[in-house]
């Protein structure tokens, strides 16, 4: 499976973005796709993920009631929706998918990630 993550940018704080992760190859197998986050000096972050198949999610409490993860299986697309945003939401994003689940939040039950895209929120 290979992911490719998009749509970050600079925006202000209150502000939304949209970030994208596109993924090809094996995507049939694939059991859960999830959004990580990692501001320079921290570890990686769980932020949201969805069970491929039937779209259970699953967010870090940081950010429930702001973000909301989406999936379009027809495009083999997961989608990342950003609103009320703040500075502490800096940070490099990045997509993975694992192909036997759980739906999880830990790094290490994930075999694929894309490349980061950099969100970074003025105050």
């Known amino acids: 499976v290979q992911l490719q993550a998009f749509g970050g940018g600079l925006v202000q704080a209150g502000g939304s973005l949209s970030l994208t992760c596109a993924a090809s190859?094996?995507?049939?197998?694939?059991?859960?796709m999830a959004w990580f986050r990692q501001a320079p000096g921290k570890e990686r972050e769980f932020v949201a993920a969805?069970?491929?198949?039937?779209?259970?999610?699953y967010y870090v409490d940081s950010v429930k009631g702001r973000f909301t993860i989406s999936r379009d299986n027809a495009d083999n697309t997961v989608y990342l929706q950003m609103n009320s945003l703040k500075p502490e939401d800096t940070a490099a994003y990045y997509c993975?998918?694992?192909?036997?689940?759980?739906?999880?939040?830990?790094?290490?039950?994930?075999?694929?990630w894309g490349q980061g895209t950099q969100v970074t929120v003025s105050s």
């Open positions: 993975a998918a694992n192909l036997r689940g759980p739906l999880t939040g830990a790094p290490g039950a994930y075999e694929y």
């Open positions: 190859g094996r995507t049939f197998s694939t059991h859960t």
């Open positions: 969805i069970v491929w198949s039937v779209g259970n999610r």
